[in-house]
């Protein structure tokens, strides 16, 4: 059974900063396209960020494309979302997610398989 588990999430102030984690299990990050979602209350879930084979694929949501950058650590199983410069815009549930392949051309999440419950990012000013 694959397990998915965020972390990292909680308060931050305006242009502050906060990196999130996904520790997948059984499966190898650098195996498998990891992606970030995230979603507020009456909105769909979108796709901000994905990583594909150790970071040599990489692709950001016109949203957070420098601001945000994510990294996996293979060895930990994990895989990270730094974000700054932080705006209330970027309040929502952050998820993470596994799938076999990525989209390059639109994050959807079909593509994934594999969920985590999501971890709560709040920016306030």
């Known amino acids: 059974q694959v397990h998915v588990e965020e972390s990292g999430g909680g308060s931050v102030e305006v242009g502050g900063s906060v990196r999130l984690s996904c520790v997948v299990s059984?499966?190898?990050?650098?195996?498998?396209?990891m992606g970030w979602f995230r979603q507020t209350p009456g909105k769909d879930r979108e796709g901000i960020a994905q990583?594909?084979?150790?970071?040599?694929?990489?692709y950001y949501d016109d949203s957070v494309k420098g601001r945000f950058a994510i990294s996996q650590d293979n060895s930990k199983r994990t895989v990270y979302l730094q974000m700054d410069r932080l705006a209330p815009e970027d309040t929502a549930i952050y998820y993470c997610?596994?799938?076999?392949?990525?989209?390059?051309?639109?994050?959807?999440?079909?593509?994934?398989?594999?969920w985590g419950q999501g971890t709560q990012v709040t920016v306030s000013s």
């Open positions: 059984p499966y190898k990050v650098n195996e498998h396209c």
């Open positions: 990583i594909y084979a150790s970071g040599a694929h990489t």
């Open positions: 997610a596994v799938a076999t392949w990525c989209s390059w051309v639109e994050m959807k999440t079909t593509t994934y398989s594999y």
